[in-house]
Each structure stands twice: as structure tokens, then as C-alpha cells.
């Protein structure tokens, strides 16, 4: 029997997410990104197509590696304007009562101390349904408007990663006690100090020794999502999420990126299977394969070439204002383009591709894979990428919003229900509960479950020391 797909929207709070210059499609409502109706609508639309979350990008700083400056992506709306990700989330949670959310914060610019209190009282206003997608950055024109000459170097980021998880396990697991809140109004006393602990933590780069200003939320730790496809990336992942977020546009490189954070999940002492993989991937759907296709033909007169390069160039450092539109990628000699050669080539061996057809390709949907067609055909599709690269499910970038998710709601959700291999009504719990099935806080395989017993460490540095 096929296993169940899992499916999440792929959104970012700006107008030009993945798909850029779709904006201008007289359907498309990602102008109203500002109006809380826009996201409010989204919500409900999801929760009716049963998603198990909406997956909120973002990013700080813009997009200002093509031509040397920001032009390119301010005249095409590429990921700016951009508004903050979380003053999304409650309207959001009111008008559901299931539905997920992946909230991406970049801890590069976040200090652990007060991102703990946003993160855990979004976690009590949705009753648990908050996920946290890990992020190091990768503009630097965001290092530099937040003082630093900079990003610093990549693995020295996960570094600092690992120690910012450290403070916030240690804020969240081990600060407040379970029966540390008392709420006992004959005796007048709300919470007990003895079972309160400061987490005292002194490293590196942080220095954090009060208590975590929040009770105890139904998650303690919300759910955790990372997105890094580097080898260290991948450790960091395989060593703390519980899902995982790819972009790769082949199955040959999904099934051994897959195979790979699986295989380092199990070294580092957990169970593969407990850390669910999502692939990008984009979906256009219509009631017949004819009218998907002419969908998609519609579509494609709005991409913006452009705001596709501006997109290209932030993500791999590399301008591609330099190149002409039909140059051949394997004749760029540059490490990152070579990958992203090796990348598509996957797919089609023989192909050669040149920079204008690597901009079509992301031009719908960013570097994930686009499928078009009416539902029986895009079913066909996720399951076979299920079955061949052993994938969980799939974030979903849209080509033209809502529709995008309108179509997936109204005509493939039912067809994979129809399979057997799409849940009909979501579990009851939190959003922990609901991706795995087990308890609302991370399990005692997870590094967070070390830092639960506060005294008990400190008790064991002081012997060390």
C-alpha cells in the first residue's frame, strides 16, 4: 500500500515568492500580500484541502547579486517588498483550528532570548500548532544593514547554530519544570520559584543566565524544520529537524539527498523515519491534461526573465548579468554553476542548458520540479516520487495565488484521497502530534530531551571542573 503524502503551502509574506512576474496575471492575488484578508482566505482554503501546514519563507536583506546592485529585484517584485513572517500567524490561527505553521526566522539576526518568547507564545495563541524553520541566511546585504561587513563563513554559522539551539533547548526543555505553574488561587500563588530554573549558560557567542519568561507551552519546542542542502547542512538537520525542507529538481538527486539525511539521522541516534523530507515542487492542475497545459501556457507569458536571474544570482552568489541568455551552463567554469549543471543534468543527461531555459525553469515555481496535468496525472506523479525517492511529501509553490491552491484543494486533493494515500480528516493534537503520531514534545531520542534536568547538568559541569 502507498504511504500517505504529506502536503504543505510553500508561501512567503511579499508578492514575488517563487514564481516571478506572475504578480501581473490579472487571477493572481499576491498584490494583496499586505491585507489580512489575503492570508486569512489562504488559511481556510488549506485547512479545507486538509494541507498539513503553510511553510512561510523570508529572507533579510535583497536579492542584489545581478548587476551588482538591487535593481533588478525591486523592478520586478522578486522577494521584496517583504513584510515580517510572524504577525501572520495568529490571524491565520483563528480562522483554523488544524492547520500548520512553518515559521522561518534566521537565527543570524535573532537573539535566542527573545525569540524563545515569540516562538512560545505563537506556540500557546495556536493551541501548539507552531514549527520553526531553522535558518543561517545566505544574503549578505542583510549581514551589512544589521552592522556586519558580512555573512560569516558557512559552516561557522552552523556552528553558531548549534550553541543557539543550545540556549533555546535549555529555555524551553529545562528552564520551567512540568507542575512548575500552580494556578492555585486559595493559596495565592501562581507558579513555584523551587521548580523555575535560570538556565545560567555561558558560551561563545551567548550569554544567557536568567529564566525563559514564558510558561511552558503545549509544544515546549515547536515542531523544527531546517533547510540546509550542504553536507554540514544536512548534519545539522539529520542532528535536530524533524522535518526537512530540499529543492531538488530531480528524483535521482531527491532519492540521495533523501538516503543521505536518513543515514545520518540513524547515526546520530534517532529514528530516520521520525524526520519527514519535503521536496519543492509546483502543481498545475486542471480538470483535463489539455486544460492544464493550456494553464501552464498562460502562465508562462507572465514569468519575468529578470526577476528569474535576480532570483538565480542571489541563490548560488553568482551574477548572471555577465552571461548572455543563450550561453551553455557547462561552458560557465564556476563550482556553483558546475553543481547546478550536475543538478538538472540528472533529469536529462543529453541536455545542454543554457541560462535562459535555467531561468524558464524557475521562473514557475523556483528550482523544484514542476508537474502539469489534470489530477489523475499529477496523482500519477507524487506517487511515483514517493515510491522512487522515498520522499514524505512535498511544499508547494504556487504559479498563480490562490489558484495555484484552489486547484490542488478542489481537484487533486480529492483524488488522492480517492487513493488511499491522503488523509480525509486531520488527528486531534498538536502539530508535533499530528506529523508523527506519538506525544506533543520531542522525544527522548532528540538532543533537546538532554537539557530537560537543568540541576542535574550543572551538577555534572561542576564535577568536570
Known sequence: ????????????????????????????????????????????????????????????????VLGGNGDAAIRQSTQVPVNDPLALITPMALVTEHLGFGLTASLSFEHPYPFARRLSTLDHLTKGRIGWNIVTSYLDSGARNLGQKALSDHDARYDYADEYLQVLYKLFEGSWEEGAVLRDRERRIFSDPSKIHEIRHHGKHFQVPGIHLCEPSPQRTPVLYQAGASSRGKQFAAEHAECVFVAAPSKTILKKAVADIRRRA??????????????????????????????????????????????????????????????????????????????????????????????????????????????????????SWVEDTDVDGFNLAYAVTHETFV???????????????????????????????DGARLPASHPAAGYRDLARLRQADAALA
Not at 521536496?279 to 486542471?286: D, K, M, P, R, S
Not at 484543494?409 to 508523527?436: C, H, I
Request: hydrophobic share 40%.
Open 1 to 64: 500500500m502507498s504511504r500517505e503524502i504529506r502536503l504543505n503551502a510553500f508561501e512567503m509574506n511579499c508578492v514575488g515568492h517563487q514564481s516571478p512576474g506572475l504578480w501581473a496575471h490579472p487571477r493572481d492575488r499576491a498584490w494583496q500580500y499586505k491585507d489580512l484578508e489575503y492570508w486569512t482566505d489562504l488559511a481556510r482554503l488549506l485547512e479545507r484541502g486538509r494541507f498539513d501546514g503553510i511553510f512561510i519563507a523570508d529572507v533579510i536583506g535583497i536579492y542584489d
Open 266 to 383: 540513524a547515526e546520530a541516534g534517532r529514528d530516520p523515519r521520525k524526520v519527514l523530507i519535503f521536496n519543492l515542487q509546483t502543481v498545475i492542475v486542471g480538470e483535463t491534461d489539455a486544460q492544464a497545459h493550456a494553464k501552464w501556457q498562460d502562465y508562462k507569458q507572465y514569468v519575468s526573465y529578470e526577476g528569474a536571474l535576480a532570483l538565480i544570482s542571489g541563490w548560488t552568489g553568482i551574477d548572471f548579468a555577465q552571461y548572455q541568455p543563450d550561453q551553455v551552463l557547462k561552458h560557465i567554469h564556476t563550482n556553483a554553476i558546475q553543481s547546478a549543471v550536475e543538478a538538472f543534468s540528472s533529469a536529462d543527461p543529453s541536455k545542454q542548458w543554457t541560462v535562459r531555459e535555467l531561468a524558464d525553469w524557475v521562473g514557475i515555481g523556483g528550482f523544484g520540479p514542476l508537474i502539469v496535468g489534470s489530477a489523475e496525472t499529477v496523482a500519477d506523479e507524487l506517487q
Open 407 to 437: 486547484d490542488v484543494v478542489e481537484l487533486l486533493v480529492p483524488e488522492l484521497q480517492k487513493r488511499g494515500v491522503y488523509k480525509t480528516e486531520y488527528s486531534q493534537g498538536t502539530l508535533r502530534e499530528k506529523l508523527f503520531g
